[in-house]
């Protein structure tokens, strides 16, 4: 059965190849290594070129979001709760999906920023005899440039197609973008942590380098794919239901709650592809 995803991802055409979007994902993560081996590079330089590489992520997302919103004019922008929602005071706020995005996204990326540049201002002062641990401006704007290029000529050609481009997929790319910046903020912090305790930077870099640009190319590889919300569930968690919730109606009240949930979910895309005038 076709999901609603599906479904508009199809009204839209073709789904864009995505070989050029893997080509910039290597590209990008091509740069600290070629920066470490080619141009030695400190591996502070490295962990802050990551936190400004977060930074331009949410920058660039929500230029996305903007131009989307403008070419499209999808009722999904202004729905509260695109992505999560919002609250204050356990109260929803009313919220479009760029202010949602852009709320988590430049408030948790900036709150590190601050313990990044502290972490960061104690590995250069505790060796300050040692190149691999200082910091350098130098090296850190290079390293920026390079990312940022990338960055904008992948902007660029998703600006290009944008028009086509259904609510559904500008909703999961800030989905996907959210969840990459959370990530990558635990591995600087614990891969400065590590670095700092071991003493030895480039082994640890190394493995975090290859761990983000595996999990960035999954990324990409999970593009496109949704789940099938009238998909049973699997048959132990009907079991589980039975017998730890059958005061609460067991696998057949958990079956109606998924059923009014998919329900939901249908009708709420529906509703977010239609177009505002």
Known sequence: METPNEAALAAAGAPPSRWPAFLI???INAVPIVGVLRYEWSATNVLVLYWFENLMIAIATSIRIVAHRMLTRKRGHWRRGAIGGISVNDKPMKSTLLTEYAIVAFVFTLAHGLFVGVIAFMLTRNHPDDPMWQFSWTQLVRGIAAIGVMMSVELIVDIA???????????DYAQRRMSRILVLHLAIIFGMFAMAMTNSPFGILYVLIALKTLFDLGGVAAQGQTIDPD??????????ADKFAKDKGGSAAMLKDLSRQAAREKRETNEDEEIVR
């Open 25 to 27: 994902v290597l590209l």
């Open 161 to 171: 197609t944008m028009r086509s481009r259904p609510f559904a997929w500008i909703r």
């Open 231 to 240: 998909a049973p569930p699997p048959s132990w968690a009907l079991k589980f």
